[in-house]
């Protein structure tokens, strides 16, 4: 059964680089056929899906963030990252890793618990 933790720093100050760690148990990231993403939620606020790996190592952003996000992965650990650069409050949420066969994940994916992110000076 795929697990999937997220872990990072829960408060930032406003201007620094948020990096966000998802570390991948019961299956290998490089398992043809699936896309591994980053998808957050603010308070209040609908989801919004930030980027995605995918098991060949691709990388698909959104748009509207790609000039502040940055995705990698770390095949031996099992793990990818999400760094987010000039955080400010409106980046507070509650960000998920995410498994999905799509890029931009369905409700049948497998989700991290989520993990909570405060910007505030």
């Known amino acids: 059964q795929v697990q999937l933790q997220e872990s990072g720093p829960g408060l930032m100050k406003p201007s620094q680089t948020l990096s966000l760690t998802c570390t991948v148990s019961g299956t290998s990231i490089t398992t043809d056929g699936y896309y591994w993403s980053w998808i957050r939620r603010p308070p209040g606020e609908v989801q919004e899906w930030m980027g995605a790996?995918?098991?060949?190592?691709?990388?698909y952003s959104n748009p509207s963030l790609k000039s502040r996000t940055s995705f990698s992965r770390d095949t031996s650990k099992n793990q990818f990252t999400l760094e987010l650069k000039s955080v400010t409050p409106k980046d507070t949420a509650v960000y998920y890793c995410?498994?999905?066969?799509?890029?931009?994940?369905?409700?049948?994916?497998?989700w991290g618990q989520g993990t909570q992110v405060t910007v505030s000076s």
């Open positions: 995410v498994r999905d066969r799509m890029a931009i994940p369905t409700n049948s994916g497998s």
């Open positions: 790996i995918s098991s060949s190592g691709g990388i």
